[in-house]
């Protein structure tokens, strides 16, 4: 390995930009890859999306999954395809009834108790009922060329407790919080079942072609600070140890959306490879305040992105400065929303790999 400036690591030139970003290289320009970049602001999702019937009929179609998983990346030129799926595909296989409805978001069957949990179906389910999100992640994997990386996901453990305890979005995540206060081991009970259900999803997508995997845990933020670590940080230092065994050498991205300055204690307490900021964090903070060793990833406003312009070059060029000289992944601090016009999104790319720089200078 090159030692640069500073004795870092510097970027080799084979391999993929993003896998490279991953293990604590500086890329320069950083790799780029959104959040639900596959999604309703495509028309060519949309037309896949009515082809398939709706979107779970899509999510377990895996041609046309693999299908709406390449659009952005052949589209935009990204550094990585994400997986189609979806994190409510766990309870769903936990035996746990989903339905989205169209303008709704989705609706659960709602868990509430230890006698629920003792009813869901053991983490072994997962193998079988999601077996097909596998064959898109194999499906994709074939399509895609070396330099592109695939990245599987989960959902964390809490997050997804929180749809299936609420039955579905919250506003405040009243019944799921105070489940978790007033009865922290049937609770306990869901989440270490979620938990295992996540470690062998995570294993099989590994498996079968991901090169990375991110664990999105977007509700982290409503927890008050005394339950991250036994709700937020041990079930994914549990993921973590997991896939290093199970998995070893696949990256892990963190996002642990709306916890502030806890971002440091998560990374530490988890051992995560990448830490996904969301944009309430300070990227300039966070850069210093960060192991060097840590890559980071975000972390620009989606709204920058759907109102476009200067205002989005500006912004963008400042996401990438303020992470300059550390390993960067440049991403959204949460998903694409559904208003965002496509172009807005080649700009950004644009925008990221403009002024390329030899690799590590
Ligand atoms: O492109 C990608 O990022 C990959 C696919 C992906 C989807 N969902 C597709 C999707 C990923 C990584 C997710 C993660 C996900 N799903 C999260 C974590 C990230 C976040 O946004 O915080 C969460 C909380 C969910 C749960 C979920 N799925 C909700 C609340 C909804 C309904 C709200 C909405 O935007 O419609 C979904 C549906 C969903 N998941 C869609 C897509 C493209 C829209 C479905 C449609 O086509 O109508």
């Known amino acids: 390995m090159d030692m640069g400036d500073g004795g870092q690591r510097v970027a080799q030139s084979t391999e993929s930009p993003l896998l490279r970003a991953l293990t604590g290289v500086r890329v320069d320009p950083p790799p780029i890859w959104l959040m639900r970049q596959a999604g309703r602001y495509l028309p060519e999702y949309r037309k896949v999306r009515a082809a398939a019937g709706g979107f779970l009929e899509l999510c377990f179609d895996p041609g046309l999954a ?54 869901l179906k053991p983490a072994e389910a997962v193998d079988e009922a999601l077996a097909p999100v596998c064959r898109t992640v194999a499906a994709v994997r074939a399509a895609l060329p070396a330099e592109k990386a695939l990245i599987g996901f989960a959902g964390a453990p809490w997050t997804v407790a929180t749809y299936t305890v609420e039955g579905g979005s919250s506003r405040d995540f009243a019944t799921v919080r105070r489940w978790a206060m007033a009865d922290p081991a049937g609770f306990g009970s869901l989440i270490d079942r979620i938990t295992e259900a996540t470690i062998r999803y995570l294993v099989a997508q590994v498996a079968a072609g991901a090169d990375a995997v991110q664990l999105f845990d977007s509700w982290a933020g409503a927890l008050p600070a005394e339950l991250l670590e036994p709700l937020v940080f041990a079930p994914a230092r549990r993921i973590v140890d997991a896939l290093r065994q199970q998995a070893p050498g696949t990256p892990v991205i963190g996002f642990p959306r709306g916890i502030g300055p806890a971002v440091c204690a998560y990374v530490r307490a988890t051992g995560v490879d990448a830490i996904g900021l969301d944009s309430g964090v300070d990227l300039a903070w966070a850069a210093e305040a960060l192991p060097p060793e840590v890559t980071v990833q975000g972390n620009l406003d989606p709204l920058w992105l759907e109102l476009g312009g200067d205002a ?50």
Request: charged share 30%; no cysteine; hydrophobic share 45%.
């Open 312 to 361: 989005l070059r500006r912004e963008a060029a400042r996401v990438v400065a303020a992470a300059r000289g550390r390993p960067h992944i440049f991403n959204l601090g949460h998903g694409i929303g559904k208003e965002t016009p496509a172009e807005h999104v080649a700009a950004l790319v644009a925008e990221v790999r403009r002024g390329t720089r030899e690799t590590g200078s």
């Open 66 to 119: 693999a299908e709406v998983t390449l659009q952005p990346v052949r589209r935009f030129d990204l550094d990585a395809a994400i997986l189609f799926a979806d994190i409510l595909l766990v309870p769903l296989a936990l035996g746990v009834d989903l339905r989205f409805e169209t303008g709704e978001g989705p609706r659960l069957e709602p868990v509430r108790s230890a006698h629920d949990v003792a009813r």
